[in-house]
């Protein structure tokens, strides 16, 4: 069965780093690229980073350039992203998907069951 769980999740204020991560099952990692997309209250869920193992290209947002780093470990078949210098803006729930992009993660249908981020000013 193919799954992907996010975890790390939390509160934390303004200026605050937090790393989530996105262990995968059923497939490799490095199989897929892998994305990082954010729902914030009352918009769309867009996608602010990728990553493809199998070569180390990653992609981000303008929004996250700069503050937020997406890796992967191989051996443990888990993809994180490392956000720093956070914002309140950056509040919302962050998923990942195998996909780089909304249309491609919903043909995929890979989809984590989000985890929420808080930033408080």
């Known amino acids: 069965e193919v799954q992907l769980v996010e975890s790390g999740g939390g509160l934390v204020q303004a200026g605050g780093s937090l790393r989530v991560s996105c262990a995968a099952s059923?497939?490799?990692?490095?199989?897929?690229?892998i994305g990082w997309f954010r729902q914030a209250p009352g918009k769309e869920r867009e996608g602010i980073a990728c990553i493809t193992s199998s070569d180390g290209y990653t992609d981000y947002a303008d929004s996250v350039k700069g503050r937020f780093t997406v890796s992967s470990d191989n051996a443990k078949n888990t993809v994180y992203l490392q956000m720093n210098s956070l914002k309140p803006e950056d509040t919302g729930i962050y998923y990942c998907?195998?996909?780089?992009?909304?249309?491609?993660?919903?043909?995929?249908?890979?989809w984590g069951q989000g985890t929420q981020v808080t930033v408080s000013s």
């Open positions: 059923g497939f490799a990692v490095d199989d897929y690229a």
């Open positions: 998907a195998a996909g780089c992009s909304t249309v491609t993660a919903d043909m995929l249908g890979y």
